[in-house]
């Protein structure tokens, strides 16, 4: 119940009042019965007012009358003049602010028409859903709550997510189970979630009563992956299936090819395998050669679009193979029996190799020739088949006394030959001359004019002056080489004496064309060069170098060999008060991955006046410098980075 204020009249001591009176409300058919009643009094005691007369009162746009007669006495106590029931429609949303008009006509006194306006209690309309949980996994069951403010409603319950929508279910009470489709996920392919919407019709039999909506949480569930279907192998290199029937080690290269798919409507974004240590991409790929024996995993990893992984492996046997070797070569001069005789033109050669079997399916030969040293076509002396063989064998009158031999072995097997040649040296002999006496030999006979030999071990007691004793300025070179066949084919010069040079003495490296080391006398300087990494040991740490150092005031920079970069500066930034305030410092030379950035505001009152710096928005090429400060006074920031360049 309800009461406006005070209602005047024509006459001062008579005023009148509304009252409003909810008295219930049908829920079903969004009304409220209400009371409306005009109530007259004197504000005076000890005065009647009576006459003739009607109220006037317009409810809810209607107006209504009561007429007055003279035994409708008004006195200080009051009298109710009008009084009407009437069932009042609420709007569609159950809201209903009811408004009143009233006026009086008497023959005692009259009024005007005044308003007075009461809101009635909300009669609650369309159900508001409600979810038994924020998110649930797409194919997980979800409850749907309907408080429903009638027994007499029913909803119907539909869906939407992305754009597929579908209904839920119609004339439902008061909850609903519902098994959220796993179809959904198709609609978030590059995603694992989404927003799904319930809207709730609520009906009065067949009027519908209004809408209104919940959301949840869709989730793609976890068991939601890509697929591989299939890793598919085989041999990458020409010939060797069909030779061999399987893989071989340090020969096979794999062709691999993989079949995966997304999973509702994602798809495959990376592909990841990974193949004795070494990672390949793409859905095809040849992998390097096959370092390992025995049993070889390829493991495979996709990534989906959903940022989602599956891994398959399979298995691939690898057959061991190494390259032929050839583990013993010697060779002398000897009698019949073996024994050796320098002035014998026999030879005892002494040899050991292997060749991998590889299932008695590898190729296997080997080659005995020889020549004289200074010849250039061999002869053969010997060959055969076999896999490994560890003996010694005499050549009977093959090399006369009086020239160098060379004896040649050969081994060969499906995929290459391995060479091995030893020097017979000449009959022994103290000292011999070359038989165009420009010639000489020590510890053998003489064979190149023009030179001396020497096959004998030195001892030298005195210097040795290259050039002679600073007679030339001429470069004097000493080499230091290996056969062209050798594991390693070494050819090294020492040089040194040109008057014409900086350099007093360096290393050459002449199977590579480069240099290796120098010493330059002028500025005492060991310069190695850029080719040339300096370790602690053979393979082990390199010792790091930096380039040339850039600097100026407070600003510079410094790369090191193992590509460390360390640059620093400052820059001046005028602040807002007391507000953060940034400025972009541009790196000089950009880093290959984001560098650590550390600052310091150049000031005398830190703490005070200057409230703070920082580095913000740090990238390879530069940073954004902030400094917070109470006034407006420039500051200087001070920076250093540090990172990776390649």
Partial sequence: MATSGAMSTTNDKIQYKVTITQNSQSVANNTSNVTVSVRVYRTNTGYTTYGTGTVYCTINGTQYTESITSSDKITNSGIVLFSKTLNIAHNADGTKTLA???????????????????PLTTIPRATTPTVSASSADMGASITINMPRASSSFDHTLTYKFGSATGTIGSDLATSKAWTVPLSLASQVPNGTSGTCTITCKTYNGSTLIGTKTVSFTAKVPSSVVPSISSITIAEAESGLAAKFGAYIQNKSKLKVTINAAGSYSSTIKTYKTTINGKSYSGSTFTSGVLTASGTVTVSTTVTDSRGRTATKSSTVSVTAYTAPKITKFTAFRSNAEGVQDYESTSVNCSYAWTISAVGNKNDNSYLFEYKAKTANAWEALASGNAYTFNSNRIFADIAPIDASYDLRLTITDYFGSVVAVVEVPTAFTLLDFHSSGKGVAFGKVSEIADQMEIDMDMNIYKNIFMGGLKRSDDEKNMYFQATDIAEYPHNCKLYGGNGASVTSIGCWDSARSHGIWRYLSATQNLVFDANVKVTRANGGDEFITSDAVAHGNRVGRCHFSNGLLIQWGNVT???????????????????TDAPVVLTTAYTTVPGTSVLGD???????????????????????????AIGYKA
């Fill in 573 to 591: 930034i005028t602040p807002e008060p007391s507000t953060p305030t940034t400025k972009a410092v541009k790196f000089d030379v950009a880093y």
């Fill in 614 to 640: 920082a580095a913000a928005n740090i990238t390879t090429t530069g940073f954004d410098a902030v400094v917070t400060r109470s006034g407006t006074t420039n500051t200087g920031v001070m920076w250093v």
């Fill in 100 to 118: 009143t008009s009233t006026r009086i006509t008497h023959d005692q006194f009259s009024s005007s028409a005044q308003s007075y306006s009461q």
